[in-house]
């Protein structure tokens, strides 16, 4: 059974979403300038997250939107009040954004913020309340002004957690009387796998394993400090942190492959060990020590870490993955990695292993390890849409790929696991994260535009979307029906 006041909702960020990139002053980040890459062979990880200051420079010299639909998203900062309207219809509890840095600070070292960017988000959260719908807002969701990526390479600077706290401060400050839910870093673990979308990172600045550890550092300094400010400045704020949940599993029972696999899950779970637990994991620092990197502690930083540690763990979860030392291993892509690929399960369009039983594997695995509430704030499934001849979208395998989610995390919660609630990834369809593509769909709302911004942007419900408000109306009681005997 869902706990009573679970909160049911959806999740978005606005470098995928708002578009509007130059409007009203804000200033570039670093999602502005990350390519359409329809082509990219997805289990070439190296190739679909490089990016290299040439390519920033020519971005940033080129005013096109169609090379970078970040810039465009689905034109949510002009639509928002239809689009959130759409999601009171679906009775969401709650809807998961995230502000973007530069539409408050330009260039991130700015001492006041943009009133106009204020003002936007002010906006929102005040509808959202309106609507019944708790916000829970994300303050860094991979994107970050560019003129602190340029001037410092990103978050590898120390310099960039004053500038960041700055920002928090506003936030808290402006939006706390609306805003009790908050999470510092999206997918706080990502830096050390795609650290230019994550923190700023220029790859071809030098050492960028030693710049990505020490950007991680900074950031949980920042996100500690943030923790501090959201208690001290917002009345009964809570603050979560966020994991890419990357469940693995060996390949086989060969110990060898148990071991790859353990260092993988102890990998995996240190951000959130840090931000819960309020220090390093001893494995991980000797672990580092051996690759030569050094972590920038400074004074101070050790009690930070300590002495404000985060509320509830909030994560994403889009699929399981494998793990073996044999070199030939076939591969299969997920969320920004690569594994290796397990035989019993089924793949998305782009190769994304399907894996209902893993999500409630991962619920209980956070839950025995933090003992603290969870909260799932990504999940979903990237499709290839077709809308149909009476101009809806059939949708049943989204249907199918939710409710055998939906099934296995009732049964975690049954079990024992304490969870807040559930965003999908994404209730409307956006620009994916990692190609750019508006083909890759995830919404239970149709956005009538392709990959080169052709169409009217006209929102329209799928049969999904039909499915998912059941659900919510009946509390997760019922999740029958498929794409075919949904109401249209
Ligand atoms: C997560 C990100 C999201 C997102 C999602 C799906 O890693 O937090 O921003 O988009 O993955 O990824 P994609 O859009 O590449 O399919």
């Given amino acids: 059974m869902f706990p009573e006041g679970f909160l049911w909702g959806g999740a978005l960020a606005a470098n995928q979403v708002e578009g509007?990139?130059?409007?009203?002053?804000?200033?570039?980040?670093v999602a502005d300038v990350t390519a359409y890459k329809p082509k990219v062979d997805v289990t070439n990880y190296a190739a679909l997250h490089s990016i290299?200051?040439?390519?920033?420079?020519?971005?940033?010299?080129?005013p096109d939107v169609d090379r970078y639909?970040?810039?465009?998203?689905?034109?949510?900062?002009?639509?928002?009040?239809?689009?959130?309207?759409?999601?009171?219809?679906?009775?969401?509890?709650?809807?998961?954004?995230?502000?973007?840095?530069?539409?408050l600070f330009p260039t991130g070292e700015e001492e006041e913020p943009l009133e106009a960017g204020v003002a936007f988000y002010e906006s929102l959260f005040t509808e959202m309340r309106r609507l019944n719908i708790e916000p829970l807002v994300t303050l860094h969701h991979y994107e970050m002004p560019l003129a602190l990526a340029l001037a410092y390479n990103g978050w590898a600077d120390r310099r960039v957690i004053?500038?960041?706290?700055?920002?928090?401060?506003?936030?808290?400050?402006?939006?706390?009387?609306?805003?009790?839910?908050?999470?510092?870093?999206?997918?706080?673990?990502?830096i050390i796998r795609h650290p230019f979308s994550s923190g700023g990172v220029i790859p071809d600045r030098g050492d960028v394993l030693q710049a990505s550890y020490s950007a991680?550092?900074?950031?949980?300094?920042?996100?500690?400090r943030a923790t501090q400010l959201c208690h001290e400045l917002v009345e009964g704020g809570r603050m979560g942190c966020m994991l890419t949940k990357l469940t693995t599993y060996p390949r086989t029972c060969r110990p060898e492959?148990?071991?790859?696999?353990?260092?993988?899950?102890i990998d995996n779970h240190f951000p959130a060990d840090v931000q819960v637990l309020g220090a390093y994991p001893r494995l991980v620092l000797r672990k580092l020590e051996r690759q030569g990197v050094v972590v920038p502690f400074e004074p101070g930083d050790e009690e930070v870490l300590r002495d404000h540690t985060v509320d509830f763990v909030s994560f994403s979860y889009y699929m399981t993955t494998t793990e073996s030392i044999d070199p030939d291993a076939e591969r299969a892509p997920g969320n920004t990695i690569v594994g290796v690929k397990n035989p019993y399960l089924s793949s998305s369009e782009w190769g994304w292993q399907v894996d209902p039983v893993g999500f409630r594997i991962s619920l209980i695995e956070l839950y025995d390890r933090y003992r603290m509430p969870l909260f799932c704030v990504e999940n979903g499934i990237g499709s290839i849409d077709v809308v149909g001849e009476d101009g809806i979208v059939h949708d049943p395998y989204r249907i199918d790929y939710f409710r055998a989610h939906f099934e296995q995390m009732r049964q975690a919660i049954d079990e024992g696991v304490e969870l807040m609630g559930y965003t999908s990834w994404a209730p409307i369809d956006i620009v994916s994260l990692s190609t750019s593509q508006m083909?890759?769909?995830?919404?239970?709302?149709?956005?009538?535009l392709d990959d080169l911004g052709r169409g009217t942007g006209e929102r329209r419900r799928k049969d999904s979307f039909h499915w998912y408000q059941k659900v919510i109306a009946t509390n997760g009681a019922d999740l029958s029906g498929s794409g075919g005997d949904v109401p249209v």
Avoid: M
């Fill in 20 to 29: 509007a990139w130059n409007v009203d002053g804000r200033g570039p980040s």
């Fill in 52 to 62: 290299t200051t040439a390519d920033i420079e020519a971005a940033l010299a080129d």
């Fill in 69 to 103: 639909p970040k810039r465009r998203g689905i034109d949510f900062y002009h639509r928002y009040e239809e689009d959130l309207a759409l999601f009171a219809e679906l009775g969401f509890r709650t809807l998961r954004v995230s502000i973007s840095w530069s539409r």
């Fill in 162 to 190: 004053e500038h960041f706290v700055r920002y928090a401060r506003v936030c808290f400050e402006r939006f706390g009387s609306l805003v009790k839910l908050w999470l510092t870093f999206n997918e706080i673990d990502g």
């Fill in 216 to 224: 991680l550092h900074h950031q949980f300094v920042a996100s500690a």
């Fill in 257 to 265: 492959d148990v071991a790859a696999t353990q260092q993988k899950i």
């Fill in 439 to 448: 083909s890759k769909r995830y919404g239970f709302i149709h956005v009538d």
